[in-house]
């Protein structure tokens, strides 16, 4: 029998919270979209910038700092609007009605948008009302304390928490900053229906057993068996309890009401959502996998499902990149590794495939996969932390990665060039000796932290994520489908864009910020970083020429851009370089320190 939930599901939008939300993303709002070159703010006196609404009747005021890479550090309190010749309150969902020719949101677009917008802000009025928590005492709380205490989700995109499908409750039991406790829904799918592929370590039954006890196991086969089912016909398959409740039981009651799907009810051990929205951590069990399912929610440019046609390949993928690191030994030097994907199962309804293009969302609505979990790679002593948290600055204006710095005993360039070299150097020799790219945000690295110092970097999020870059190397034939044939003067976009400007831009302006270190400062450790690499392997010395890191500018390519364009399917998986929205360029500021830390580039 179930208990009512006796929780107020909008207690968080008061006023106050509303006001603080709104003010912070109008701040978001006004540096990303100039960053992005979508506003043009005009400097009115030193420091003060201004501007107008597309039709001149709004005016915005606010005080701002240009760092490297053109980013605007806009101070939220500075900030003013003002119209028919008086002060009026920020409002966020104004802001993209008064500047929606600016910002090119089409008229059948720009309800959609609003409600992303209208999402994101309440749930930062959600974090607001949580207890104001340190960093110090958010590391301290732990991996996924510090996961469901991070209040910035992805530092570049403005509509960044959309979550379009669940309702106000659902948003308690699903969200990431919620940090509840989700019991995974099991199915049984059957194998007719089903691809189900494993890495070349394991098999259907050691990773089933692995995942749920003996018990459960046994529950499951019983149930089965009391519809006069065989269980060995039938594959294991975990759905994310909202796909279940809102998709699965409606749009597949076909394949439910003949047998094909059975639902066999909840697992015992409780997972947390991660930041990603539709990843979960075994909180009972940290050594076992997370878990990724597919869910038909909005969020961030994507209907998040899974596809079953890319989890045919996906532990293939892993196993290969998995094997690729191994073997080199640069890589290996550097102690990076990969959260393997290990499995995957995808279920294929014969209607909706028959029926919806490739890529249809009708096509992506029931696959899941299992990932390896990074707690036992950790040695006694270590931790772990999303590469997400650097970024996060406390209520109080303290940042993690001050902490981090302070905990570490080293001097702020010491710790940043010990985080180059987990993170930064792995990355470089992928891209450079294998022509190989990821999509190494911040929500996509966990490093190992000794004594607050990031010692390796985990990457996850592979098979939907890398790409090989270069058409004649010889791959795998089941895999493919991670080839993408980029223009070789695109290429080094991937780390331009993805590492510089969509999280060395935030890094180096939360150091410069505390009076950590100076940006030409941090600028100076990256150039040494990559100038180490590069003489290091010599024998690529002709790539590092031809895809210079140390070029004087580099294309800015807009994310918010993307999303403003199509906040459905920002860009196309299969083709990501054909979707690219760029706004000329930036000034390079590693450039400035190419002659005297890499020769090898020039």
């Known amino acids: 029998m179930s208990h009512p939930d006796h929780r107020d599901p909008a207690a968080h939008l008061t006023p106050e919270h509303w006001e603080t939300a709104n003010r912070l993303l109008v701040r978001k709002a006004l540096a990303e979209f100039s960053h992005e070159r979508l506003l043009r703010p005009v400097e009115t006196s030193e420091g003060r910038y201004r501007v107008d609404s597309d039709d001149g009747r709004v005016r915005y005021h606010f005080t701002a700092r240009l ?4 980013h605007w550090r806009v101070e939220a309190d500075s900030i003013t609007r003002h119209s028919e010749g008086a002060e009026q309150p920020l409002d966020a969902l104004a802001l993209f009605l008064e500047f929606r020719q600016s910002l090119g949101l089409r008229t059948e677009m720009l309800p ?100 749920l006890d003996e018990h459960t196991r046994a529950e499951f086969d019983r149930r089965l068996r009391r519809r006069g089912l065989d269980p060995e016909e039938y594959y294991l398959l975990p759905v994310h309890p909202w796909q279940w409740e809102n998709k699965l039981a409606i749009t597949f009651a076909a394949e439910v009401a003949r047998n094909n799907l059975v639902p066999l009810g909840t697992g015992p051990d409780e997972y947390q959502p991660q930041q990603s929205i539709r990843t979960f951590f075994n909180r009972s069990n940290p050594k076992r996998h997370y878990v990724k399912t597919a869910i038909s929610v909005l969020n961030m440019g994507f209907l998040r499902g899974l596809s079953p046609e890319y989890m045919r390949a996906t532990p293939a993928i892993n ?26 199962i995808g279920y294929h309804n014969e209607y909706y495939e028959a029926a919806g293009a490739k890529g ?15 707690v036992p790679k950790l040695r006694p002593g270590q931790r772990l932390v999303s590469m997400a948290a650097l970024l996060h600055v406390d209520r109080f204006g303290d940042s993690v990665v001050a902490e981090l710095i302070g905990r570490s005993g080293l001097a702020a360039e010491q710790w940043l060039r010990r985080y180059l ?74 780390l331009f864009t993805d590492i510089f400007d969509c999280f060395f831009r935030f890094l180096c302006s939360i150091l410069s910020e505390e009076g950590l270190l100076a940006e030409q400062d941090f600028w100076r450790v990256v ?20 895809h210079d890191l140390f070029a004087e500018r580099f294309s800015l390519s807009c994310l918010n851009r993307l999303q403003l364009g199509n906040n459905e399917q920002m860009v196309d998986l299969q083709d990501p370089s054909s979707a690219l929205a760029f706004a000329g360029t930036l000034e390079n500021p590693l450039a400035a320190h190419a002659a005297e830390v890499a020769p090898a580039a020039r």
């Open 319 to 344: 196993d290969w990149l998995s094997g690729l690191i191994a073997e080199d030994p640069v890589l290996a030097g550097t102690g990076f590794d990969i959260l393997r994907e290990r499995a995957a």
């Open 67 to 70: 760092g490297s890479l053109f």
């Open 112 to 211: 959609v948008y609003l409600e992303e917008i209208s999402s994101t802000l309440a749930s930062t009025a959600f974090k607001l009302s949580a207890p104001a928590t340190r960093s110090a005492d958010l590391l301290d709380a732990g991996f996924q304390a510090v996961e469901a205490g991070l209040t910035e989700g992805h530092p570049c995109f403005v509509a960044n928490s959309g979550r379009i499908g669940f309702d106000s409750r659902e948003f308690l039991d699903y969200a990431p900053e919620a940090g509840g406790a989700v019991a995974l829904m099991w199915t049984a799918a059957h194998r007719r229906h089903c691809t189900f592929t494993v890495s070349a370590e394991t098999d259907y039954r050691e990773l089933v057993t692995s995942e």
């Open 360 to 374: 249809s969302p009708y096509r992506k609505m029931l696959a899941a996969l299992w990932r390896e979990s990074p």
């Open 421 to 494: 070299e987990a993170y930064l150097r792995p990355l470089l020799h992928l891209f450079y000796a294998h022509d190989l790219v990821a999509m190494p945000h911040g929500e996509n690295i966990i490093l190992v932290l000794d004594d607050g110092v990031p010692t390796r970097a985990l990457l996850k999020d592979i098979a939907e994520e890398i790409a090989v870059l270069d058409a004649d190397r010889e791959l795998p034939a089941e895999i493919e489908r991670i080839r993408s044939v980029v223009p070789e003067h695109l290429r080094e976009l991937s």
């Open 527 to 546: 150039a040494e970083c990559v100038g180490d690499y590069q003489r290091d392997v010599p024998e690529l010395a002709e790539k590092f020429r031809r």
